[in-house]
């Protein structure tokens, strides 16, 4: 996935970066104007005090001579630095404006766009890339000005000097941006794949450590190493190839910039013999043609560093770009979860998933009333998490198809539902926080007594009072590994604490065995304290039993309703799904 904007776009995109900074960015230009101001009078003053020390002039001149030129010489070391620390703090406020961006825009992204972006380019485009373009903003602009200064100034001087000269010494120069030009195509292609390759590796790193329990049970550890390999030989291949060119040309400039001092040494050594021009002329000319060698040759790192940014702010924008599918309509309407009962009607829902044959849900049609406890059940791929996904718009609904008390979700703000819903997914993530903090996750304002009382309902109070710091026990990577079982339980106390009027558990309690999680639902169920609409798939039917009424899904259609008396009552999928699970456990 590449996409790559014209340079008009990519300038006004820089524009927008800059904006917010333009006082530091100006002021650090200014300084650079100085800086070269005071570096084309310097070569002037040592001119004069060498000729006149031809025509006999005293020691106490020569030392006011030297405190002269050291006095501007501090002068422009202290603007240089000031320069630098302004440009340079631009392109930090830069990077900093723009992570926080990236960051607050994925968060903003409907959890699809995931699938399809792997997690290891996104994490090298938030991080190499935006320090791409840190350097392109600081450096590269820095760079690029101070050479534009150095040249503007210089010049006219030095053709004032001796024109002939002059022309001379920097009669290469234009062979030298012709160079430039050749190479900078290639060194952009070429900067481009070590980015890529980088992207690719760091895939690879992040899937390994995750799956890193499956490489050892298929025993896949050499395979992968191989496949590593092969990544990193294509990585160390193009970082070699791009070396290599850089190699060739930036030598090549320097020798090219060097020969012009070669030049004017050879000839301006005859105008002296002719009296065209004193030694102390040059001298200042040496001078001169020595202060353009350092941003000539700076150059070629300043192309490297616009194109290497050029790229990234593709890479980036290119995400920042990317309109996030589900967002607020206008105006979207904000209902607090306490006004909320809890009714769902669901109409006529068809969801079909980009480049799949099928839709996943073809016209589906059902009411929940408030309090009501819903089972939907059905075999692999009929769609029941398109369908508990499709209710807190975790994708993209159709208007007019599903509501809520009412209201069309679509027509309520994404706040407003999503604090309606609390959603308990199968493979429910922890932070690496103590358990306290995961359970009171989505409302951290709750007391202590809440946070037991929803452990409680979930059934996972004992386990953690058996913890050896018990709520405050540290879980995941750096904490201790909890089983599926307890995962999804503590996953069922943080939804509990919502308080929302409609919980949907999705396949939520599948490593939960079969008793407790009858006892988790009905009792949810039971909860008279509070009126809850429960809506849960389950593979265990025993668990859907309890439900008030069973939604039978099947290759995306509603092909049965009804409690499970009713249903085992009639000839159908359900049936048929509840004998062999029945005859499964017989022979379990
Ligand atoms: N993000 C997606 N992109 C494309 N197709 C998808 C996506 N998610 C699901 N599908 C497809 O939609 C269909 C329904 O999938 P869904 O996950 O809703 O089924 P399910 O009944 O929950 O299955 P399971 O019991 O295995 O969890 C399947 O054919 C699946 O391959």
Request: charged share 20%; proline share 5%.
């Amino acid at each position: 996935m590449s996409v790559s904007f014209s340079s008009r776009q990519r300038l006004a995109m820089l524009g927008q970066y800059i904006r917010p900074y333009w006082r530091p960015a100006v002021l650090g230009i200014v300084a650079l104007l100085a800086v070269n101001g005071v570096g084309v009078v310097l070569p002037l003053l040592i001119r004069t005090c060498v000729d006149d020390v031809q025509d006999g002039l005293g020691f106490g001149d020569v030392v006011r001579y030297s405190a002269l030129i050291l006095g501007l010489a501090s002068v422009m070391w202290v603007i240089r630095m000031a320069s630098r620390v302004l440009l340079f703090g631009v392109g930090r406020k830069v990077e900093f404006d723009l992570k926080q961006r990236l960051f607050e825009h994925l968060l903003r992204l409907e959890p699809t766009y995931f699938a399809n972006m792997p997690l290891g380019d996104l994490i090298n485009r938030a991080t190499s890339d935006v320090e791409s373009i840190r350097r392109l903003v600081g450096f590269a602009v820095l760079s690029l000005v101070n050479t534009i200064f150095a040249y503007v100034l210089t010049l006219p001087l030095m053709l004032a000097i001796d024109p002939l000269l002059s022309l001379a010494a920097l009669a290469v120069y234009p062979i030298l941006l012709l160079l430039v030009q050749l190479f900078s195509q290639r060194l952009r292609q070429e900067q481009q794949d070590v980015q890529e390759e980088l992207s690719e590796i760091s895939q690879l790193i992040q899937e390994d450590m995750s799956g890193i329990s499956l490489i050892k049970i298929y025993a896949q550890e050499s395979n992968e190493r191989a496949a590593f390999g092969r990544l990193n030989q294509k990585l160390l291949k193009s970082n070699l190839k791009l070396t290599k060119t850089r190699n060739v040309l930036f030598p090549l400039l320097e020798g090219l910039a060097s020969f012009s001092l070669l030049i004017l040494l050879w000839l301006g050594g005859q105008a002296i013999e002719g009296n065209r021009i004193t030694v102390g002329d040059l001298i200042a000319l040496i001078l001169y043609v020595e202060r353009l060698v350092f941003p000539t040759a700076l150059l070629g790192f300043t192309i490297t560093a616009f194109q290497r940014g050029e790229v990234s702010v593709d890479r980036i924008e290119e995400i920042l770009q990317h309109p996030p599918l589900i967002q607020d309509v206008p105006e979207a309407l904000v209902v607090p979860p306490s006004e909320l009962t809890g009714a769902i009607k669901v109409d006529g829902l068809t969801i079909h998933y980009p480049g799949q044959p099928q839709p996943a849900l073809s016209n589906i049609s059902f009411m929940v009333q408030p309090g009501e406890t819903i089972a939907i059940v059905g075999p692999i791929g009929s769609g029941k998490s398109t369908l508990a996904n499709a209710l807190p718009r975790l994708l993209d609904v159709p208007t007019d198809s599903i509501f809520l008390d009412g209201l069309d979700i679509t027509q309520l703000s994404l706040n407003s539902l999503r604090r309606a819903i609390a959603y308990v997914p199968q493979d429910s993530f922890l932070f690496s926080l103590p358990i306290r903090d995961n359970i009171r996750y989505g409302n951290p304002e709750v007391s202590e007594a809440e946070i037991i009382a929803a452990a409680q309902q979930a059934q996972i109070d004992r386990e953690i009072l058996n913890f050896p710091r018990r709520y405050d026990t540290l879980v995941g990577e750096r904490g201790i590994t909890l089983s599926g079982g307890q995962r999804q339980r503590t996953a069922l106390a943080r939804a509990l604490l919502l308080q929302a009027p409609v919980l949907i558990l999705d396949d939520a309690l599948a490593s939960v065995d079969n008793q407790t999680a009858t006892q988790i639902l009905q009792a949810l169920n039971g909860d008279r304290d509070r009126q809850r609409t429960v809506i849960f798939i389950s593979h265990q039917l025993a668990a859907a039993a309890t439900a008030d009424r069973i939604l039978v899904l099947d290759r995306g259609h509603l092909v049965q309703s009804g409690s499970h008396r009713e249903l085992l009552a009639t000839e159908g999928l359900y049936r048929s799904l509840w004998e062999r699970q029945q005859l499964e456990e017989l022979c379990a």
